[in-house]
């Protein structure tokens, strides 16, 4: 069975077309945003609130904390996490030819 990857994908190219069509800075600066708010929005406000006594410190996409807080914040981060997950679709098998590999920017070149 042969499927059309921008099928499955629609609002997500969709989104990166209209983000990206000249302006390919501001396509950064959502991802960053979406980014930073689920770290911060997210993550460290139900860290904070279920486990008050952490301290945390970030460094771009990493979280520090105390090694003996893993147990606790681990469960945490995997829950949040899979919500995202849980909203991509998942494909079981996606078969793509030349002319879709080529609308999504890839060339093959075996010669």
């Given amino acids: 069975m042969k499927l059309n990857s921008y ?8 989104f990166i077309r209209h983000y990206k069509a000249g302006r390919k800075d501001t396509m950064y ?10 770290i911060f ?5 139900r860290l ?18 105390e ?3 893993m147990p606790l914040v681990r ?6 996490i899979g919500k995202i997950l849980a909203r991509i679709p998942v494909v079981s098998e996606l ?8 609308n999504l920017g890839i060339v093959i070149d075996c010669g």
Avoid: M
């Fill in 41 to 45: 929005n997210t993550i460290y406000k």
């Fill in 75 to 80: 469960p945490i981060w995997d829950e949040e």
């Fill in 95 to 102: 078969q793509l030819d030349d002319t879709d590999l080529e």
């Fill in 48 to 65: 904070y609130r279920e486990i008050p006594y952490i301290n945390l410190l970030t460094c771009h996409d990493q979280i520090y904390f």
């Fill in 7 to 14: 099928s499955f994908f629609t609002s997500l190219f969709d």
């Fill in 67 to 69: 090694a003996r807080f």
């Fill in 29 to 38: 600066y959502e991802l960053v945003k979406k980014e930073t708010g689920f």
